[in-house]
């Protein structure tokens, strides 16, 4: 998303502000004796119209946020199978890996607000919205369909009749969709001078957040799941098997409000429209206890695992998606505070009071019996990572627009203004897998494997080899994403 900041317009701050620089410029405090009315009064002449300026800045936090998503994202992708304890959690509860979505939705919202924020023609700007909403999932379609089998794997194609429909990128596409429709129809046009007509502009867009939290939990506990089965690999197959190399598994459901693998509403819906085929086919609870004896590790099957333990399940799925897409809107509330509130005492105040809220919400919800859970995307888990979000780029923002301490968070940032590139290649490991296609006479031998296993044997230990492996990973990516900042290269969809 592009998060040029153009936030100066008609608009009055939510509350009277005592600064008399009161635009939207990210500079230091002022005290208010360099103010022009100040300087003028000094001079003995009348003062004059404050202008507000309009500014084409970027603020420099959202692109450190973004950058540090993604680096965190390549982190817990690349080094969680050397560090389970960072990896996603196998069904319930949180760890560093599920941050990750969140992070990436709630910045998308943040954007959306900024970038449609003043819309001349709501067709036109629908248009465009619409198409970067297909760009954005038929590049998702690209990467995580099946069609590139990743690092390690010199192969690629898909049967299309296996194909993965949804990922991150379509999941992210769908909560930017939402959004910009949102932002685009449902606020109305009107000045925002207090608290009370902040709510009027934009309460439309709440009622819609409510409504996608409402379908989503009436569903998660009102729809029947029934029994069902799925084609599971065969040991014992024969050649003259009809079904040979597979062997059809039952799963015995026949309940309503099951948050548990097996039988919730998630898959069933899932498994009904996408079908079973078209799912993720390694999801996280074969790292649960009932499916690994290496738990939370991926392992073999421990005596008398459940046969659900085969089954393919979605984590970015349909239903969960919508739930997911409430974050976005979250991000929505924190962008309008940028363009509604031109002092930095202001924005903090509202996102920290936001972020608490949402922070309490999520245990109060977790406490009443929705458990943190990011492959259904629970309530809980929403307003939990969306409050630690929100802190988040509090605390960023503190440190790099509020007090100007950019120079150490300058590698991220740049990694932030070219996220898109990065995750590309980087995140979604098209460029280790293609720099793996150049090996000498063993596949086994090339650089990536290499740089690895030397940094293992200099570590003296495989699990920290892997982590300094990834830590370099990210530094080379930072450095690419300067390179092509300097250059004035950004890749957009």
Known sequence: MDSVVTVADERAPLLPSSSAADDDEIRPWRSDHHSPLAEAAADGAPPKPLKIAEPSQRLASLDVFRGLTVALMILVDDAGGAFPSINHAPWFGVTLADFVMPFFLFIVGVSVALVFKKTSNKVTTTKKAIMRTLKLFLLGLLLQGGYFHGRDHLTYGVDIDHIRWLGILQRISIGYFLAAMSEIWLIRNML???LVSYAKKYYLEWIAAVILTSVYVGLLFGLYVPNWEFAAPSSNSTLLSPTYGVEIESVQCGVRGSLGPPCNAVGSIDRLLLGEKHLYQNPVYKRTKECSANSPDYGPLPPNSPGWCLAPFDPEGLLS???????????????HIIVHSKGHAQRILFWSMTSLVLLL?????????????????????MFLTTGLSGFLLTLIYYIIDVKQFRRPFMLLQWMGMNALIVYVLAASELFPAAVQGFYWRSPENNLVDLTESLLQAICHSKRWG??????????FWCLVAGFLHMKGIYIKM
């Open 192 to 194: 925002v001078d207090s």
């Open 321 to 335: 998606s919508l739930m997911a897409a409430v974050t976005c809107f979250a991000g929505l509330h924190f962008g």
């Open 361 to 381: 919400c999520g245990f109060i919800v977790e406490l009443v019996g929705m458990p943190f859970s990011k492959p259904l995307y629970t309530l809980s888990y």
């Open 466 to 475: 892997t982590l300094a492996f990834v830590l370099l990973e990210i530094l």
